[in-house]
C-alpha cells in the first residue's frame, strides 16, 4: 500500500459523502498496524477519499479504457505485420536511448505492480482479521463486507499503476524492435515469443482476473472464490517469470 500511500500527504480531501464504515475499514487497520504514525494515517485518509472503493467505473471511465485497449492492440498488431516502417514513424525520431529508459522503467512498475498487489491480495484478508493486536477486544473482528472493500480498493491501485506501465512496455518495445532490427518481423524469436506470451497473458488476465473481479464485486467476499483468484494470480506470475526468462537469457539467440 506504501507506493499510494506515500504520494499523497499534500492532496486534498474529498467532499464526497460516504458511508463512516467504508471510509474508514483501511484506515482503522493502518491505524492497528503503527499507531505512532499520524501523517501516515493523514495520507491514508486522503488516499481513500481519492480511490473510493464503493464506486463503480462511470461510462465515460469505461470508453476511455476501451479506446486505449483497442489503441495499443492496434498499434501492436498492425507494426507485427508491417515490414516497411514504424506506424507513427515519428516515433522513430524520438532517441533510442529514451525508449530503452521508459520500457525498463514500466516493465519494472508492470510486474512489480503484479507480483506486489498478488502478495498484498494472498494475505490482505488474514492480516485483517489479526489486525487487532494493538489491544481492542474487538478490533479483529473483521466482516465480510470490509475485507470485500479492502480488495475492491486493491484493486483500483494495481489498475492505475499495471494498465499505464504495460502499455508504455509494448509501445517501447515495438519501438526498439524496429530501431535494432527495421522491423518486429526480422527481429530474434525472443522478441516476438515476448509477445506472444504477452497476448497469452492478456487472454488469461480478460478469462480470470476481470471474471473473478467482477464475481467478488457483485457477490461480496467469499472464501472459495477469494482463493480461485489466488490460484489466478500465481499463473500470472509464472507468466510474468516466462515473459523475464525469454527477455533476458534470449533462447535462439
Avoid at 81 to 108: C, E, G
Avoid at 143 to 156: E, Y
Wanted: proline share 5%.
Amino acid at each position: 500500500m506504501g507506493f499510494v500511500v506515500a504520494g499523497s500527504i499534500s492532496s486534498t480531501t474529498s467532499t464526497t459523502p460516504r458511508s463512516k464504515t467504508e471510509r474508514h475499514t483501511v484506515l482503522n487497520f493502518i491505524h492497528s498496524r503503527s499507531p505512532n504514525l499520524p501523517i501516515l494515517r493523514q495520507s491514508a485518509a486522503t488516499d481513500m477519499n481519492e480511490l473510493d472503493p464503493t464506486s463503480t467505473p462511470s461510462k465515460m471511465e469505461k470508453r476511455i479504457l476501451l479506446v486505449w485497449f483497442h489503441a495499443v492492440v492496434g498499434f501492436v498488431v498492425w507494426n507485427y505485420y508491417s515490414t516497411t516502417t514504424l506506424w507513427p514513424s515519428f516515433f522513430l525520431d524520438i532517441p533510442v536511448r529514451v525508449w530503452s529508459l521508459l520500457h525498463a522503467l514500466s516493465a519494472m512498475v508492470f510486474a512489480g505492480g503484479i507480483i506486489t498487489t498478488t502478495l498484498l491480495e494472498w494475505q490482505l484478508p488474514s492480516l485483517v482479521m489479526n489486525g487487532g493486536g494493538g489491544g481492542g477486544g474487538g478490533a479483529g473482528k473483521t466482516s465480510d463486507k470490509d475485507k470485500s472493500m479492502l480488495l475492491k480498493w486493491l484493486w483500483q491501485v494495481e489498475s492505475k499503476l499495471v494498465l499505464p506501465a504495460v502499455s508504455m512496455s509494448l509501445v517501447s518495445g515495438v519501438v526498439q524492435a524496429f530501431d535494432n532490427y527495421t522491423s518486429l518481423r526480422a527481429a530474434p524469436p525472443h522478441i516476438k515469443g515476448a509477445l506472444h506470451v504477452m497476448a497469452l497473458f492478456a487472454i488469461w488476465w480478460a478469462w480470470t482476473d476481470r471474471r473473478s473481479q467482477a464475481d467478488l464485486r457483485e457477490g461480496g467476499f467469499d472464501e472459495a472464490k477469494v482463493n480461485a483468484r489466488r490460484l489466478s494470480n500465481l499463473v500470472s506470475c509464472v507468466f510474468l517469470v516466462v515473459l523475464y526468462g525469454m527477455m533476458i537469457l534470449k533462447p535462439s539467440f
